[in-house]
T-cell receptor, first 115, second 111 residues
Framework: NAGVTQTPKFQVLKTGQSMTLQCAQD?????MSWYRQDPGMGLRLIHY???????DQGEVPNGYNVSRSTTEDFPLRLLSAAPSQTSVYFC??????????????FGPGTRLTVT | KNEVEQSPQNLTAQEGEFITINCSYS?????LHWLQQHPGGGIVSLFM???GKKKHGRLIATINIQEKHSSLHITASHPRDSAVYIC?????????????FGEGTQLTVNP
């Protein structure tokens, strides 16, 4: 299994440009999430999905869109990039179990710089 | 005040030392995760626990639900243990697989 894959690994955007960060998992996980990691702060949830066709907002959703048309893929779209979106982005997935605690699998991250 | 607080923020140890990283949280939880982030940036799950204690090799994680506190211990530390250790909780007040993360503890183990 490839686990959770993310592309690209690095990206530089100009203010106002749009782009899509790709995330895919091959573990048939129901739950997928996007986080951003900024210096001095913990990982913060942007958007998440509990299954194909179902998405919801996290803590910091403004400026980002998501969709979940398949179980495997969960792309994150930046609509009009701003310097405040300079960050490292992580995609994660987990399997929804009856116990309520789900081991998280993280992608390698995408380092985004907006100039 | 953050829902998840870790201490210390930074920790430097000599190889072979016993290390403890602490995590306190303020919400009701269904699970607590310990994660490791290496200098290259990748994040891996070390433990997921909702009660008691778990051990994996030289790593031990404990949780006290009543005191809302967890500890991660590393025995016989080694330079390859140098990483950021992150505590995250899944609150039973939220749906899905949403986690709240601490800021992380930067551990450096010197040879």
């Amino acid at each position: 299994n490839a686990g959770v894959t993310q592309t690209p690994k690095f990206q530089v955007l100009k203010t106002g440009q749009s782009m899509t960060l790709q995330c895919a998992q091959d573990m048939n996980h129901e739950y997928m999430s996007w986080y951003r990691q900024d210096p001095g702060m913990g990982l913060r949830l942007i958007h998440y999905s509990v299954g194909a066709g179902i998405t919801d907002q996290g803590e910091v959703p403004n400026g980002y869109n998501v969709s979940r048309s398949t179980t495997e893929d969960f792309p994150l779209r930046l609509l009009s990039a701003a310097p405040s979106q300079t960050s490292v982005y992580f995609c994660a997935s987990s399997y929804g179990g009856a116990s309520g605690g789900y081991e998280q699998y993280f992608g390698p991250g995408t380092r985004l710089t907006v100039t | 005040k953050n829902e998840v607080e870790q201490s210390p923020q930074n920790l430097t140890a000599q190889e072979g030392e016993f290390i403890t990283i602490n995590c306190s949280y303020s919400v009701g939880i269904s699970a607590l995760h310990w994660l490791q982030q290496h200098p290259g940036g990748g994040i891996v799950s070390l433990f997921m626990l909702s009660s008691g204690k778990k051990k994996h090799g030289r790593l031990i994680a404990t949780i006290n639900i009543q005191e809302k506190h967890s500890s991660l211990h590393i025995t016989a530390s080694h330079p390859r243990d140098s990483a950021v250790y992150i505590c995250a909780v899944r609150s039973w007040e939220t749906s899905g697989s949403r986690l709240t993360f601490g800021e992380g503890t930067q551990l450096t183990v010197n040879p």
